[in-house]
């Protein structure tokens, strides 16, 4: 067996220190390759608009899409188009779809990023015919592409007589301020209700935010729902669901309440309210037992066009008493704490209202107003502030002090509002409460005076009675002759402590009653010299006992 000698081994190793510097410069290099990036070149911007699919009908929303390709991913692009009579047009969102890739050739790395923004847009068609929206300029900074114009025949969808659509409001003037029950209610056949694949429906005079104020009724027997498109998007409303009967045939009801509130005064007119139903005419089932639609077909209902006719409450002949609400049956209660007082003492007076009405805005008159006389009673603040409860009513404290003892009760308060069904002011007037309002008691000097002259002859006379001794019985004792007390003359100190002229009131003075009263013994010298001469009496001790302990030998 042949051996290798030390310089062969010499030669190898360096050849392998050779291959492996090699290959080290070559890694570097191609990783030095792939951390260059190819710049990107310039990119052009692009877009196009796209309809959904037709037919379109009246009321019905169709859906349009702008997609634009080369803008930056921030901020979002606006948009400008120019309104179309008889169609509306609601811009429903704008957002950026990002797609890149990383492509590597001969060590070089290529980066490409697509930023596409997507644009989406409702267009509803409230009569037929056809209609041409645009073009649609988008700009985003100093980049700005142009979109053609978009074009749509709309037709009109057929009526059915077997369904109907109400929007019912009370049928008189409307008032401002007043709460006003709506009820949208959509009335289709049995029949029919079975075969129902979509819907949707239009309020006109939900879109009135400007002018009305809208609040969705709570109701624990909703059971149902009905989508409503509106001019901010289309939303899901809860909805009763009940059978009743319209010229004899069996319907079913679908009722969405709210309540309106006008916010000003005017005349609006609104277009009739519409449903449009998409009817299955041939379905079949799944697996699972669904009716699923495969034909259908469009109808829709509509309401009457209404008029609402919104007025102030008048200012003539408005009491004072005006608690500033419009509405229906308001109630006031009083109650107080107490009914024994002194002229001068705070009492509470609770106020509850009720009433078919805005209670939130509900503010009682100022005292005199509500009815509490200034001779008699003095009221703090004036007026008071109420706090809704869950019992539908709102409570008012009122806090009144009787300024002579010739008051009696507390008088009828009387609030009064405007009736919107009457078209009137109305008032309501609270039950009186009995009060007995006693004199305040005034301690003068010479009660004081009295009240220790007593106080002495009981003490002196009481220790000058004889005391009966034990085993004498209470009868021997009640055959002896009682002597009258001696009249026992008052000290003349007391007597002049307590003159007339005496200042026996409370005093008022913050510093007085502040003042803490010291005693030598609480001083800061005397604190010392205690301290002082406890450590002392230590140190003594210690030595003392340190005395006693030596060895008296050492000592010696």
């Known amino acids: 067996m042949s051996s290798i000698g030390p310089q062969s081994m010499k030669r190898q ?29 310039p990119r052009t911007t692009t877009a196009q608009a796209r309809l959904s699919p037709g037919p379109y009908y009246v009321g019905v929303p169709v859906q349009l899409q702008l997609s634009v390709a080369g803008f930056e991913e921030t901020p ?50 409230t009569r037929p015919g056809e209609f041409v929206v645009g073009p649609f300029a988008i700009t985003q900074g100093s980049k700005r592409i142009e979109v053609g114009k978009a074009t749509f025949r709309v037709g009109d969808v057929p009526s059915s007589e077997t369904q109907l659509f109400k929007v019912v409001l009370p049928e008189r003037t409307l008032w401002v301020g007043e709460r006003i029950p709506v009820a949208v209610e959509w009335w289709v056949s049995r029949e029919m209700g079975q075969n129902i694949a979509g819907r949707r429906a239009r309020v006109p005079l939900f879109d009135q935010v400007d002018r009305l104020r809208f609040e969705d009724r709570e109701d624990a027997q909703a059971r149902a729902s009905l989508v409503i498109d509106l001019n901010s998007g289309t939303k899901e409303f809860s909805a009763t669901l009940r059978e ?8 079913f009801v679908v009722t969405v309440n709210r309540e309106m509130t006008p916010l000003s005064a005017g005349r609006i007119d609104l277009p009739p309210a519409s449903i449009f139903v998409q009817e299955a005419t041939r379905v079949r089932q799944n697996v699972f037992g669904k009716r699923i639609p ?50 001068g ?36 603040g004036g007026q008071a502030t109420g706090i809704l409860t869950s019992d539908d009513s709102k409570q008012f404290n009122l806090t009144a002090r009787p300024l002579h003892t010739t008051v009696t009760a507390v008088p009828e308060l009387m609030i009064s509002w405007f009736d919107s069904e009457k078209g009137r ?51 021997s004792s009640s055959g002896q002759s009682k002597r009258s007390p001696t009249p026992v003359q008052p000290r003349q100190s007391d007597v002049n402590d307590l003159s007339p002229f005496s200042d026996v009131s409370i005093t008022t003075d913050i510093a007085t009653l ?13 604190q010392v010299v205690g ?26």
């Not at 951390?35 to 990107?40: R, T």
């Not at 047009?89 to 290529?110: D, M, Y």
């Not at 502040?514 to 005397?526: D, G, P, V, Y």
């Open 244 to 251: 009743d009967q319209y010229d004899g045939n069996p319907y």
């Open 514 to 526: 502040t003042a803490e009263r010291r005693h030598f013994l609480a001083s800061t010298m005397a």
């Open 294 to 343: 495969m034909e259908v077909r469009r109808t829709k209902a509509e309401s009457e066009p209404m008029s609402l006719d919104i007025r102030e409450p008048p200012t003539s002949g408005r009491p004072v008493s005006f608690a500033g609400v419009v509405g229906r049956g308001f109630s006031i209660a009083a109650s107080v704490e107490r009914s024994v007082v002194n002229v």
């Open 531 to 556: 301290y002082g001469a406890c450590v002392l009496l230590i140190v003594f001790g210690y030595w003392w006992r340190a005395r006693r302990a030596r060895d008296p030998q050492s000592v010696s």
């Open 76 to 125: 979002d692009p606006t948009v400008e188009v120019d309104s179309v009579d008889g169609v509306n047009l609601r811009l429903v969102a704008v957002s950026p779809r990002v797609s890149s890739s990383v492509h590597i050739t001969n060590g070089k790395v290529q980066r490409w990023k697509e930023v596409r923004h997507s644009i989406r847009y409702e267009m509803t068609a």
């Open 425 to 475: 002011f109305e008032s309501a007037r609270s039950n009186p409460i009995a009060l007995s309002v006693r004199a305040a008691e005034v301690v003068g000097s010479e009660s004081v005076v009295a009240n220790r002259l007593k106080e002495d002859a009981h003490n002196i006379t009481s220790a000058r009675s004889p005391r009966p001794s034990p085993g004498t019985s209470s009868a």
């Open 345 to 380: 003492d705070p009492i509470t007076i609770r106020i509850t209202v009720r009433g078919d009405g805005p209670l939130d805005t509900l503010a009682l008159p100022n005292a005199v107003n509500l009815g509490l006389k200034a001779s008699d009673f003095k009221v703090a």
């Open 13 to 41: 190793a360096v050849a392998t220190m050779l291959i492996l510097w090699c290959c080290l410069c070559v890694t570097t290099h191609a990783f030095a390759q792939t951390l260059s990036v190819q710049a990107p070149g």
